[in-house]
Structure formats: C-alpha cells, structure tokens
C-alpha cells in the first residue's frame, strides 16, 4: 500500500538546505523580514526569497505583507508531521540494533 507523504517530503526537502535549517533556526526566536533573514547571509533578498517560497511551500513558514516589507514566521505544529517520521525512523534503528549480531 502507497501512502502519499507529500507534505513530509516537501519538509525534508526544505530541510535539506543548510541556508534555510538556518533560518528556521532564526524564526525559532521570533519572526523577521525577508531583508533581517538575508543579511547574515549577505544575501540578495530575490535569492532569500526563493528560500522562503520553499519553507512556505513545506508549510513550514507563513509570510504576511506589512506595507512594504514582508514578516515571516514559523507555521505553529509545522513539525508534527516530520515529528512522526521521525519516531517510525527511530523504531527502525531499534530493530537494526537488535538484529546487528544475527548474520
């Protein structure tokens, strides 16, 4: 049976890019504009917007245009689903564990 995990693939999509693990990590603390996320980076703002265009596609970010500039924030239980993959990965390792000496 095929599930479709969509959403968790988007996630670890998202999540593969260090640049924007990072600016998850950022928006951990609190919202920010797409020009405070860039400038650690020294980063163009069209080049951090592809960025947030992708966490936004993971559903992992929000933006909301406020007069000029745009606010990003983290989706609250954006992590549930990579949450729950992970723990049947964490299973996973526990049987390969037990079965290490069993060739």
Do not use: N
């Not at 703002?45 to 265009?53: A, E, P, Q, S």
């Not at 983290?74 to 990579?82: D, H, M, N, R």
């Amino acid at each position: 049976m095929v599930q479709s995990h969509a959403p968790v693939d988007r996630a670890f999509a998202a999540l593969s890019d260090p640049t924007r693990r990072a600016v998850l990590e950022r928006l951990g603390t609190g919202s920010a504009t797409i020009t405070e996320l860039a400038e650690p980076f020294g980063m163009s703002l069209t080049g951090m917007k592809k960025h947030i265009r992708l966490l936004e596609d993971a559903e992992l970010v929000t933006t909301e245009k406020i007069g000029r500039v745009r606010r990003c924030t983290l989706v609250p239980y954006a992590f549930e689903g990579i949450s729950t993959w992970l723990q049947r990965l964490d299973r996973f390792a526990h049987v390969v564990e037990r079965t290490k000496g069993a060739r």
